[in-house]
């Protein structure tokens, strides 16, 4: 009876052990938590041989983690969770971030449980950069990042939903898709130029002449007068030259003139 009773004991608290973890698995709803206090988060496929293998230590940590008190545990299936996975932006799986208020940086050492527990327990984190802000998973740019992602697995429920459940060809409904991309790129250009002119209107063009300033309209009179005077000086010139050429030829010609008349009376006598 004792050794049935101490038996059920054992099995409870064994039972109680395994439900107490601090590992938490995280969605597009509930990832907001990990902002406050310190968590390492594990991104992590089930189909990923690297990230089945890391099961055990994570486990472990994760045990260490709840008796010691000293960091929450978290985990993201990317395959469940596409927004997660376009807001964090993982490329390799299995990817860990460590999280202190709300600061990101990267884990990229060991994956051993020694190394995990040293990078906790001596602060090693703090010898990282963190996340800029722009790629941070709370900026806008990763919100939207994470809505392409949600929006394309949407867009893929879609086409196995048409495919399966109404027999459409996969053809068909790339096609079908493919012209609800295109015409709804060119209504939100069309909105997106709309919204332009409404906010910033186009300027009316101006002349050239217009868009001079007036200091530098009156420098360009004044040039067009003084060329305007050169011109007619050369010209008052050019016409008193000529005058004065007239003038010695009617001189010329009255001297011979008078050269003939005498010889003519010269003559007669």
Request: proline fraction near 5%.
């Amino acid at each position: 009876m004792d050794f049935s009773l101490c038996l059920s004991f054992l099995t409870l608290f064994t039972f109680v052990s395994n439900c107490i973890t601090t590992n938490v698995e995280f969605n597009t709803e509930s990832w907001p938590s990990m902002l406050e206090g310190e968590w390492m988060v594990k991104f992590y496929a089930p189909w990923c041989p690297a990230c089945r293998s890391l099961e055990g230590t994570w486990k472990e940590l994760d045990e260490w983690a709840v008796k010691d008190d000293v960091i929450s545990l978290g985990g993201v299936d990317v395959t469940a969770q596409p927004g997660l996975n376009g807001r964090f932006m993982i490329t390799a799986l299995p990817t860990i971030y460590h999280v202190k208020d709300g600061v990101f940086r990267q884990y990229k050492g060991s994956r051993s449980l020694d190394e995990l527990k040293l990078f906790i327990k001596d602060e090693q984190w703090k010898d990282l950069s963190p996340i800029s802000e722009w790629l941070s998973p709370t900026s806008y740019v990763m919100t939207g990042m994470s809505k392409i992602f949600d929006f394309s697995m949407t867009l893929k429920a879609y086409h196995e939903t048409l495919h399966k459940q109404y027999g459409f060809p996969s053809w068909v409904a790339l096609l079908l898709f493919g012209l609800i991309i295109i015409l709804g790129g060119l209504l939100l250009g069309i909105g997106l130029v709309f919204v332009s002119d409404y906010i910033w209107p186009p300027q009316p063009m101006e002349r050239y002449d217009d868009a001079q300033p007036p200091q530098q309209m009156e420098r360009y009179d004044d040039a067009a007068h003084k060329k305007d005077d050169d011109k007619d000086i050369k010209s008052d010139e050019a016409d008193e030259k000529e005058s004065t050429n007239g003038s010695s030829e009617n001189e010329v010609n009255e001297e011979e003139t008078s050269a003939r008349k005498r010889n003519i009376k010269q003559a007669d006598e």
